[in-house]
């Protein structure tokens, strides 16, 4: 029998501990171990739960028992879970944890902390909530140098993004009904301005190349300024728009960027709607590899953080995942290349000309809905070389990059 405790017995916690207990059997089966969940901390009482004789209310508890030798951070947020998860580790016990903050802030030195104390930082949950991706990256694709990684880190943004496009609904209403599944952050510009998303591929980035990526140098817009406009131009163009996170690799100089960006039915996240997730990877000699599933939820992420504990419970703490190597060094966004799908605020006989004088090769488009105004497609050009040429054009309604940029 290992025991474990479980900080916060909120959405996540709460699945860890249904995961742990209903599917007890079968993790007994196929680790020989039985888990029993000793302590759930939480500010709360909870009369009534099947768990209530689990709860406390002081670390200390979970702390000073020499039997927990595991313990599963479902608290998110900086603090407490940071101190917890030090004090954990420093106790001798490994943490699992879902929390992306926790990890992108001080993943790096919770994962030192924990190597000094021979036990083990492990946060599968903290990405992708229930597709197994830190698993794979730090065990199954270690016979390639990883030269990309990019995909759709955030169900929250992905589900409102595919609500838009295939029931025109308004941004707002599709926010608050994500809200409502319990998909969205408590505070929605996590997820809508595109932070969740650039944490989820510092994390994933610095594992894939083994290189420190801090989720503070990589450049991040969200959906917000996308519009129901936007995405009619998109479904015209057969494009989707999707709020992607990009990495790539040459060398030590790392590009990373999240951004809303059209793709076409050329990639195979295209095809990833709703709450779903989805890691494309490519390896120098395995190519292209894509992992799907549900990227939030209680019992996907719940899933992911047990396995986690598993984990840690059948090694007694020695699976850890090593420390990353330098700093990488960070490429100016400015220099990456996309074609541009760009709006003016213009339909007149004289449009053409003036966007061709700026944009050789552009043609128009006019959709009826939108009689008052004229967008184009650029070829392929660098951020710079297109915001500058784009201000030649005076006004313009908006802009979305196009991906793949070739
Ligand atoms: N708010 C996050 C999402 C939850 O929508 O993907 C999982 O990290």
New binding site residues.
């Given amino acids: 029998m290992a025991s474990v405790a479980v900080l916060g017995y909120g959405t996540v916690g709460s699945g860890v501990v249904e995961v742990l207990q209903k599917n007890a059997d079968e993790i007994t089966r196929k680790s020989g171990v039985r888990i029993d969940v000793k302590y759930i901390l939480d500010i709360r009482e909870f009369p009534g739960d099947p768990n209530e004789n689990a709860i406390v209310h002081d670390f200390a508890v979970i702390e000073s028992d020499p039997e927990v030798k595991v313990v599963a951070e479902a608290m998110g947020g900086l603090h407490p879970a940071y101190d917890f998860t030090r004090r954990a580790l420093e106790a001798g016990k490994s943490v699992c944890t879902s929390n ?1 903050e926790l990890v992108a802030e001080f993943g790096t030195e919770l994962t030192q902390i924990a190597a000094q104390h021979g036990v083990s930082y492990l946060y599968e949950a903290s990405c992708g ?1 229930g597709i197994p991706i830190i698993r794979p990256l730090r065990n199954a694709l270690t016979a390639d140098v990883i030269t990309g990684l990019s995909g759709i ?5 992905n589900f409102i993004l595919t609500r838009m496009e295939k029931e025109g609904h308004d941004y707002a209403d599709v926010l608050a009904e994500a809200q409502a599944m319990g ?3 408590r505070n929605p510009a ?2 809508v301005e595109g932070y ?1 998303t650039c944490r ?1 591929l510092a994390i994933l980035a610095s594992l894939a190349y083994g290189v420190q990526i801090s989720y503070k140098d990589i450049r991040t817009e969200g959906i917000t300024k996308v519009t129901a406009a936007d995405i009619a131009y998109a479904s015209f163009l057969q494009y989707k728009i999707k709020l992607l996170g990009i990495s790539r690799r040459s060398g030590d100089r790392v590009e990373a960027v999240v951004l809303p960006a059209m793709i076409g039915c050329d990639t195979p996240l295209y095809a990833v709607d709703d ?1 779903f ?1 989805a890691i494309l990877v490519r390896g120098n000699m395995l190519d292209d590899v894509m992992f799907y599933g549900k ?2 939820g209680k019992l996907p ?1 719940g899933s992911a953080v047990a396995s986690d504990v598993i984990e840690a419970v059948v090694s007694g703490g020695k699976c850890g995942i090593l420390p990353q190597g330098e700093p990488a060094v960070p490429v100016d966004p400015e220099t990456m290349s996309y074609r541009f799908f760009v709006r003016i605020p213009e339909n007149t006989d004289a449009t053409q000309e003036k966007v061709s004088a700026v944009f050789e090769d552009a043609s128009l488009i006019n959709l009826e809905e939108y009689p008052q105004e004229s967008a184009f497609v650029t070829g392929v050009m660098t951020e710079k070389e297109f915001t500058e040429k784009v201000a030649g054009l005076g006004s313009v309604t908006g802009w979305i990059r196009i991906l793949p940029a070739e």
């Fill in positions: 992306k909530g880190f955030n169900g929250t943004t998909y969205a952050e996590a997820d969740d989820k709450v997730n990227g939030a992420t």
